[in-house]
């Protein structure tokens, strides 16, 4: 009887998958099988190890955050998140662009007055998030006219 090349992986995921394993010796292939099961499938294991890569992102956009003395901002747990991490990107590429090289367009000082400041006044996730695309040079025009576009409440008819 020849050794199978095909096996039937219960993964300690959960899941089940028939691999075949007729790249290995034949001798080896059971021995292979056994601790396949011992470990995730590889689809479990890529979104696990996408997960950790995203999970130490929003770390470094937490500690850029501090350090830069961002405010928090307004949405909900999951607008936060990416709004924050949106922020951050926008903020980083418009550093880079325009206070780095030879064609620097402002030192730390200004970027700081022009963009960080008024970058810090706007605290609304959803606001970080529609603009994600925008280019690093245009994020002075936006940031300073940011706060142009919220509404003032002035209230209604039944609280005057």
Do not use: Y
């Amino acid at each position: 009887m020849a050794t199978p090349t095909k096996f039937e992986i219960d993964f300690a995921c959960g899941h089940t998958e028939t691999r075949d394993l007729s790249d290995r010796p034949a001798g080896k292939r059971r021995g292979f099988a056994k601790w396949l099961e011992s470990k995730d499938c590889t689809d479990c294991f890529k979104k696990e190890k996408g997960q950790a890569d995203l999970d130490e992102l929003f770390e470094e956009v937490e500690d850029r955050k501090k350090k830069l003395e961002l405010p928090d901002l307004d949405g909900t747990e999951k607008q936060v998140k990416w709004g924050e991490l949106n922020r951050d990107k926008l903020i980083m590429a418009a550093h880079s662009d325009l206070t780095e090289g030879e064609d620097a367009q402002m030192d730390d000082d200004e970027f700081d007055e022009r963009i960080l400041d008024p970058a810090r006044k706007v605290t609304s996730a959803g606001w970080w998030m529609d603009n994600k695309d925008s280019e690093p040079d245009e994020l002075e025009e936006l940031v300073t006219t940011a706060l142009d576009d919220v509404e003032v409440d002035t209230g209604t008819e039944n609280n005057l």
